[in-house]
Every structure is written in structure tokens, then in C-alpha cells.
């Protein structure tokens, strides 16, 4: 059993497990340098857990992949800092980006840690764990990331190649450039944008407001009247982390009449839906993921029971926030379709956009980016603004020109984020399918190296000389003579042949 040989062991079993199935595969692109730079086959920006998967799948497809992440080592993605709920919200037998090996999955992890048992009684995964597994699957994979690294620019070049302009975070370091044949950018739920706040919200001070989706400590919010605008599960998260702060209230502020209650989500949650919403029409993909957007996802139940057992919390159903502003004895004003709330500090639990003027990295893409809006009207029933704002993405989560030929190369640049949901379904962020969606991607990224070096593979055949044989497996034969007598019927002939002869 993994729990009684620990740690050590499992790793020995992933390595074996590795080694039959031929993992990873021997790197066959071609080298190639440009400008002095050796280039990479596929750079990533992003070092979180859908950025490691797909380097994973890369390096087993014999692609070489490198990431380069801002974050401190250990601390890729939200797990560690802007994650506040106590347990992921996932079941915890899903496999995430194990690609398909037991070995690498949390529960293989987890049980050389602590048991069989102890796995059996663990309810959900424990936040921080989750954190602690991917940096252990990183180090076990061997996986190439760059942290502390800040892209600055990312644009294609007429050779083919995608050009990013980094810095190093280490105090002195100057900037310097990569070269990739394809870039991706896997950056999370920030994907091509950040978090989202009303406008009203820029007219407080910047001290006085926060964002859910921001790495903030709960401590100075002890003693302190705090309004958290939203209902869903990271509101009921950043409600909570003010509670066990100190918080002295604490009222969510809610539009709906009532929380959601049911995650339509998981209606879908099939391999149907795995494989095949890319290949879904259009009108289908607006349809189901609008409804998604309208019926809302509810919070957790231990999330919510997370804040509703502070006696000091208050669920204020059916209000809507209409603006703020500094009241002239230091307090915070909020007007709400229930009337004006005095607060000290506000957190906003308002979610992601997309929204290329927060990206300036990017700024060579987006006047360039296809958009749903460019090429598809909704129902008039079913306008939605965070859909029509959705890169129009390729098969390969590729970026598409609004104007054919206007940007040369765009397609070599791939969106494996959360603003990909529309155009590919969840398999770029969402645990239950970050493997399916890696898998992918690798696949297709494989294909495409191949198809640019086609010439190039074709040559390196021809000149291939390793023999397979050396000449002294066989001995030559000596052919029979011809003889007449060789065209006698046989005596076992039929006997109405023999008869004619």
C-alpha cells in the first residue's frame, strides 16, 4: 500500500510508470536559433496549474516547453494567496492534471502523506494542500519554470516566430527577450483582463475597497464595518476571512431576492461535454453558457455556513448597490435599493472581465483579437456583455484576426485561460478537465511543429542511415535450374485432368 511505503515510494512507482510508458518522448522539433536567441517550441505565461499541465503534456510529446510565471516559486496561481475558502470546491476523487497517471494524482499524493484512512475520512481537499500537491508535482515533473518573471510585451514576427519582452523581478536585473514558435497564455481567471468593479467604486479611496479576486490579509480589518458586495462563493470567502479577522459587521449585499441553489454546471458534467463543446454550434455554446451566467453558480454549503455562524454577519437579500462615497467623518456611504449603509471598508465580490486596457502587455493583440461580438448576434433575449467581450478562439484556443492578413502570426499565439470558456468549454482552468484540455492542446501544438517542419523532417529521413540490418542475417540462395520434366502433372492431380494428359 502507497500509505505505508510514504512518499518516497510513490514517487519511485510514478517514475516506473513513466519509464513503460515511454514518458516523456525524446525531443524531435528541430533547433533552430534566431537573432542570436535559441528559440523555444512553446513558451507559457502562466506557472499555475493549467500552465504545468500543459507543459506536462508537451514534455511527454517531446515538445519543449518552458513557463514563465511572475510569482515568488511555490506560490503560481491563486492557491496560496487570493484562494480564501478553506477546501476547493471540487469533489475530491476528481484527478485534475494527473494526465491520466494514478501516480500523479492528488489522492496518490495525499494517501503517502497521511493514509488510506485519513484519506477516507477527508470531506474536501484542504485549500493549502491542494497547493502543497502542485508543488510537488512540479518538482517530480521536472518542470521548467522561470518565477519572478514579468512579461512586458508579447506580439508575433513576420519570421513566424512570437517575440516576449521580460523582466526579471530580482532587484537590477534588466529586461531581456525569448523567441517561441507558439506562445500561450495561461493566466487564470485575470485571463485577458482582472478583476471587475463597478465604475462608482474608483471614486472611493483606492485604501477604503478591495477586490475579492486580490491578494489582501484580513488583519486590518479587525474592529472595522465591512460591506462585501456579491452572493457568490467568493464573496461568502472574503465574508469570512474579514469574520475570523475581527471584523465587527459584516453585511453582504446581495441583488438577488434569494442565493442560487442549485449549480446548473453540473447538469453538464459529462465526457460528452469534455469532448465535444468545441465542436458544439455557436449558438449552442451562447446558449448554455448564458444560461450558466443568468442562473448564476450558488456558493458552497460550508462556505456559506462559514459566515453564517458569526452572529456578527448579515445576509442583505434583495439589495442592490447603486454607489459610494467618503462620508466627512472618515466613514463610507453606500447607497442601496434598501437605502444608505454606513461601512468602513468594502470588498468587492464582483468577478472577472475581459479587458485588453488592463493587459498592457498585450497591447500589440488586442485592436487585432476576434471577438464573439465580431461575428455573432444573440437572441435578443440572450444579449450578455461578458460573452460578446469573448476571444472568438481557434481549435487550438488560438487567437483569430478580427481582419484576415491584418496581423501575421496571431494564430501562433493560444488563450489556455479563462476567457477560452466560451469558445472551448472548461478544459483550460476547471479542475474535473484541465487534463482533457492539456491534452489537447499539446496534441494539436505537436501537429503544428510538424506541419512547419515538414520539409525539414523529410530531409532528416532521407539521409537517415542507421542500418537495420548489416547483411549477415541470410545467406543467399542458389536459384533451381529449369527443367522440362518440371511441367509433368502431378500424380495426385484430379482424375479427369490425369485422364486429358
Not at 267 to 284: A, I, K, T
Not at 430 to 437: L, R, T
Request: charged fraction near 20%; charge should be neutral.
Amino acid at each position: 500500500m502507497v500509505a505505508s511505503t510514504g512518499l518516497a515510494a510513490l514517487e519511485a512507482r510514478l517514475r516506473q510508470d513513466l519509464a513503460w510508458l515511454g514518458l516523456p518522448a525524446k525531443r524531435w522539433v528541430p533547433a533552430r536559433t534566431t537573432d542570436g536567441l535559441a528559440v523555444l517550441d512553446v513558451a507559457i505565461v502562466g506557472g499555475g496549474m493549467a500552465g504545468m499541465a500543459l507543459a506536462a503534456s508537451l514534455g511527454h510529446l517531446g515538445v519543449q516547453a518552458r513557463i514563465f510565471d511572475r510569482s515568488a516559486p511555490g506560490f503560481e496561481g491563486p492557491w496560496a494567496t487570493t484562494a480564501r475558502m478553506e477546501t476547493l470546491r471540487s469533489p475530491k476523487e476528481l484527478t485534475g492534471p494527473a494526465l491520466g497517471l494514478a501516480a500523479l494524482t492528488f489522492r496518490a499524493w495525499f494517501e503517502a502523506r497521511y493514509g488510506r484512512e485519513v484519506w477516507t475520512a477527508l470531506d474536501k481537499i484542504p485549500t493549502l494542500q491542494w497547493a502543497d500537491y502542485l508543488r510537488w508535482y512540479r518538482r517530480v515533473l521536472a518542470l521548467d519554470i522561470r518565477n519572478g518573471q514579468h512579461l512586458r510585451d508579447l506580439r508575433p514576427r513576420a519570421d513566424g516566430l512570437v517575440q516576449l519582452e521580460l523582466a526579471d523581478g530580482a532587484p537590477g536585473a534588466t529586461p531581456y527577450r525569448v523567441l517561441a514558435r507558439h506562445a500561450v497564455l495561461a493566466t487564470g481567471r485575470d485571463g485577458l483582463g482582472g478583476p471587475w468593479v463597478p465604475p462608482w467604486a474608483h471614486a472611493l479611496p483606492r485604501t477604503r475597497w478591495a477586490h475579492s479576486g486580490e491578494h489582501w490579509d484580513g488583519a486590518p480589518l479587525k474592529g472595522l464595518r465591512v460591506a462585501v458586495v456579491g452572493g457568490g462563493a467568493s464573496a461568502m470567502d472574503a465574508a469570512a476571512t474579514a469574520l475570523e479577522a475581527g471584523a465587527s459587521r459584516v453585511d453582504l449585499l446581495i441583488r438577488r431576492p434569494d442565493l442560487p441553489r442549485v449549480n446548473k454546471g453540473k447538469g453538464l458534467g459529462n465526457p460528452g461535454m469534455v469532448h465535444g463543446y468545441s465542436q458544439l454550434p455557436d449558438d449552442w455554446k451562447w446558449r448554455i453558457r448564458h444560461y450558466i451566467n443568468v442562473q448564476q453558480v450558488p456558493p458552497p454549503h460550508g462556505s456559506t455556513l462559514r459566515v453564517s455562524r458569526h452572529p456578527n454577519a448579515h445576509f442583505q437579500l434583495e439589495t442592490a448597490v447603486r454607489g459610494g462615497a467618503l462620508r466627512a467623518d472618515g466613514s463610507l456611504r453606500l447607497d442601496t435599493s434598501q437605502g444608505p449603509l454606513a461601512v468602513d471598508h468594502v470588498i468587492f465580490a464582483t468577478g472577472f472581465r475581459t479587458d485588453w486596457s488592463r493587459r498592457p502587455e498585450l497591447a500589440s493583440l488586442a485592436p487585432h483579437v476576434r471577438s464573439w461580438r465580431d461575428r455573432f448576434t444573440p437572441p435578443p433575449d440572450q444579449d450578455d456583455t461578458e460573452l460578446s467581450g469573448s476571444p472568438d478562439l481557434g481549435p487550438l484556443f488560438e487567437f483569430q484576426q478580427k481582419q484576415p492578413g491584418a496581423y501575421p502570426g496571431l494564430e501562433q499565439v493560444h488563450c489556455f485561460c479563462y476567457a477560452a470558456a466560451l469558445s472551448q468549454g472548461a478544459g483550460a482552468g476547471d479542475i474535473p478537465q484541465i487534463s482533457d484540455g492539456a491534452e489537447r492542446l499539446a496534441r494539436g501544438l505537436a501537429a503544428k511543429l510538424l506541419a512547419h517542419d515538414a520539409a525539414a523532417h523529410y530531409a532528416a529521413m532521407q539521409v537517415y542511415t542507421e542500418p537495420e540490418l548489416d547483411g549477415s542475417e541470410w545467406t543467399p540462395a542458389v536459384f533451381p535450374a529449369y527443367l522440362p520434366e518440371d511441367l509433368c502433372v502431378p500424380a495426385h492431380a484430379s482424375g479427369a485432368t490425369a485422364a486429358h494428359t
